[in-house]
């Protein structure tokens, strides 16, 4: 996967001046030994310098860490620890940061030795709201040594993301279709994000992709193509447009992402797109997400930004799907009531095209696009990858900018069910428990468009946290039966 941050975390030990300094060094060194037992000690770093209330400490803990190639930021309160020193590393600190604490060890240390980081933990984050600055706490955030490790641990993600989302750009080609009001946004959304967006016209891409004729590079891009397509390679005779339409987006990567380290592009896919290049770019947009570039269709730039998030997360595959179809009741009754347990309600089908990675694919083989030839020549709609999706577990969500410019989300974890689609397109029959009512009073009733992006494992608990990080006013989720929404009549 390209197109991925490495996050290496500086570990900073903080101390209160008032504690003794050993109890935050002597923990320091006891929770990065316990993080290299357990995990890849690359990820991290130990700053040697234990920060006491100085500011001059912490300007020395910044320059130390920005020096060693940190690019996140764990303060460790290993005992009290000082509000104003440590609340000031966070906010100079040019990164995601999180803060964790320690726990007592034993009894022998209650009497003389006793850090209090408990009570600290509680200034700490007073000290960041008054400062307006954002930092990941987890939901236990004082343990032992291998406790904080894992705490670390699982900032990786959350850290990724957030590091990715700073050094972002997203390409469009636009306008979105007419008629396709469901996928617009105000991108000002972005801007508060730290996301970079550059919006062009799909004429511009059109000049850039004819430039492309005869490219050289283009029998090689169809080998490959072919090679990976294997059995599946239905259509060989569209593979040299679809390969020069991929050196058409790769090229304008390369020449426009600018000062951003990390690309996502949200491409229009209709309606005058297949009779002008003559093919559609469903493929293509496969083939870069599979690389680690989310596509998104349809012009979808939230959707490209959550396809972002997914494969910053998971640093894995992702794939951007309609909430597409309810699964018909002689399919369930068939296939999934016995033996699978959902209700009916719980289970949809998720679709596009032909967008989805050969990886994620049951049997992928390349075919026309059937929606679009049912009004236009057969030829021009060549293009899409078809299969069922592989069964799994999956986390469906999105991030979002709502017409009135508020930030909302959604994550709900489920999988794809063993069950033959008996369909068309990239297409999956998904389970997610409590989903219709998750649909009626999350999607519904928040205004989210038909667009979810997938992560392929369950993501949620670092999807969740992310969203919280980037501030989203609203995080839906799927519910328990037990748990009723706001909207939900009681009646």
Same mark, same amino acid.
């Given at each position: 996967?390209?197109?991925?941050?490495?996050?290496?975390?500086?570990?900073?030990?903080?101390?209160?001046?008032?504690?003794?300094?050993?109890?935050?060094?002597?923990?320091?060194?006891?929770?990065?030994?316990?993080?290299?037992?357990?995990?890849?000690?690359?990820?991290? *770093?130990?700053?040697?310098?234990?920060?006491?209330?100085?500011?001059?400490?912490?300007?020395?803990?910044?320059?130390?860490?920005?020096?060693?190639?940190?690019?996140?930021?764990?303060?460790?309160?290993?005992?009290?620890? !000082?509000?104003?020193?440590?609340?000031?590393?966070?906010?100079?600190?040019?990164?995601?940061?999180?803060? &964790?604490?320690?726990?007592?060890?034993?009894?022998?240390?209650?009497?003389?030795?006793?850090?209090?980081?408990? @009570?600290?933990?509680?200034?700490?984050?007073?000290?960041?709201?008054?400062?307006?600055?954002?930092?990941?706490?987890?939901?236990?955030?004082?343990? #032992?040594?291998?406790?904080?490790?894992?705490?670390?641990?699982?900032?990786?993600?959350?850290?990724?993301?957030?590091?990715?989302?700073?050094?972002?750009?997203?390409?469009? +080609?636009?306008?979105?279709?007419?008629?396709?009001?469901?996928?617009?946004?105000?991108?000002?959304?972005? *801007?508060?994000?730290? =996301?970079?967006?550059?919006?062009?016209?799909?004429? #511009?891409?059109?000049?850039?992709?004819?430039?492309?004729?005869?490219?050289?590079?283009?029998?090689?891009? =169809?080998?490959?193509?072919?090679?990976?397509?294997?059995?599946?390679?239905?259509?060989?005779?569209?593979?040299?447009?679809?390969?020069?339409?991929?050196?058409?987006?790769?090229?304008?990567?390369?020449?426009?992402?600018?000062?951003?380290?990390?690309?996502?592009?949200?491409?229009?896919?209709?309606?005058?797109?297949?009779?002008?290049?003559?093919?559609?770019?469903?493929?293509?947009?496969?083939?870069?997400?599979?690389?680690?570039?989310?596509?998104? &269709?349809? =012009? #979808?730039?939230?959707?490209?930004?959550?396809?972002?998030?997914?494969? @910053?997360?998971?640093?894995?595959?992702?794939?951007?799907?309609?909430?597409?179809?309810?699964?018909?009741?002689?399919?369930?009754?068939?296939?999934?009531?016995?033996?699978?347990?959902?209700?009916?309600?719980?289970?949809?089908?998720?679709?596009? &095209?032909?967008?989805?990675?050969?990886?994620?694919? &049951?049997?992928?083989?390349?075919?026309?696009?059937?929606?679009?030839?049912?009004?236009?020549?057969?030829?021009?709609?060549?293009?899409?990858?078809?299969?069922?999706?592989? !069964?799994?577990?999956?986390?469906?969500?999105?991030?979002?900018?709502?017409?009135?410019?508020?930030?909302?989300?959604?994550?709900?974890?489920?999988?794809?069910?063993?069950?033959?689609?008996?369909?068309?397109?990239?297409?999956?029959? +998904?389970?997610?428990?409590?989903?219709?009512?998750?649909?009626?009073?999350?999607?519904?009733?928040?205004?989210?468009?038909?667009?979810?992006?997938?992560?392929?494992?369950?993501?949620?608990?670092?999807?969740?946290?992310?969203?919280?990080?980037?501030?989203?006013?609203?995080?839906?989720?799927?519910?328990?039966?037990?748990?009723?929404?706001?909207?939900?009549?009681?009646?």
């Amino acid at each position: 996967m390209i197109n991925l941050p490495k996050i290496k975390v500086g570990i900073v030990a903080v101390s209160r001046d008032c504690f003794p300094e050993s109890l935050s060094v002597n923990r320091r060194k006891a929770l990065v030994a316990a993080y290299a037992k357990a995990y890849n000690v690359e990820d991290i *770093y130990e700053c040697p310098i234990c920060i006491v209330e100085s500011e001059i400490h912490m300007t020395q803990a910044l320059a130390d860490i920005k020096a060693n190639g940190c690019n996140a930021l764990c303060v460790y309160l290993g005992n009290f620890g !000082p509000e104003i020193a440590e609340t000031l590393l966070a906010k100079h600190f040019d990164g995601p940061i999180m803060f &964790c604490a320690a726990a007592e060890e034993n009894i022998g240390i209650l009497s003389s030795d006793r850090g209090d980081a408990y @009570c600290g933990v509680l200034n700490a984050s007073y000290n960041l709201k008054l400062r307006n600055v954002k930092a990941y706490i987890p939901e236990n955030p004082v343990g #032992d040594a291998d406790e904080c490790a894992k705490l670390i641990h699982d900032f990786l993600p959350i850290a990724r993301t957030i590091y990715g989302l700073n050094n972002l750009k997203i390409i469009s +080609f636009g306008p979105r279709p007419t008629n396709f009001l469901a996928c617009n946004a105000p991108i000002k959304q972005l *801007y508060n994000l730290g =996301v970079e967006i550059e919006e062009n016209s799909e004429l #511009d891409l059109y000049e850039s992709f004819l430039k492309h004729a005869n490219d050289p590079r283009i029998p090689e891009v =169809v080998a490959d193509m072919a090679a990976e397509l294997g059995e599946g390679n239905k259509k060989p005779e569209i593979l040299p447009k679809l390969a020069q339409y991929e050196l058409t987006l790769l090229d304008w990567i390369e020449g426009h992402r600018g000062y951003r380290k990390y690309v996502a592009i949200a491409g229009k896919c209709w309606p005058a797109f297949q009779t002008m290049f003559g093919c559609v770019p469903c493929y293509v947009n496969s083939r870069l997400t599979g690389r680690g570039i989310p596509v998104s &269709c349809e =012009v #979808d730039i939230y959707g490209a930004l959550s396809e972002f998030i997914g494969t @910053c997360v998971s640093e894995d595959i992702v794939t951007l799907l309609d909430i597409n179809n309810t699964v018909p009741k002689d399919l369930y009754s068939a296939d999934i009531e016995k033996q699978f347990g959902y209700k009916l309600s719980d289970t949809f089908m998720g679709f596009h &095209c032909g967008n989805t990675c050969t990886k994620l694919l &049951c049997k992928p083989e390349m075919r026309y696009q059937k929606i679009m030839a049912r009004s236009l020549p057969v030829e021009v709609t060549q293009g899409t990858l078809e299969g069922d999706i592989k !069964p799994g577990d999956i986390t469906f969500f999105r991030l979002q900018c709502t017409s009135d410019n508020h930030l909302y989300a959604y994550a709900a974890q489920g999988e794809v069910l063993p069950v033959a689609t008996h369909s068309f397109g990239s297409i999956g029959v +998904f389970a997610i428990k409590e989903m219709g009512r998750f649909y009626r009073h999350v999607l519904i009733e928040n205004g989210f468009p038909h667009h979810g992006a997938v992560a392929f494992g369950h993501h949620g608990k670092a999807i969740f946290e992310v969203f919280k990080y980037l501030g989203a006013e609203k995080i839906g989720y799927n519910q328990p039966a037990s748990l009723p929404y706001a909207t939900e009549n009681p009646f």
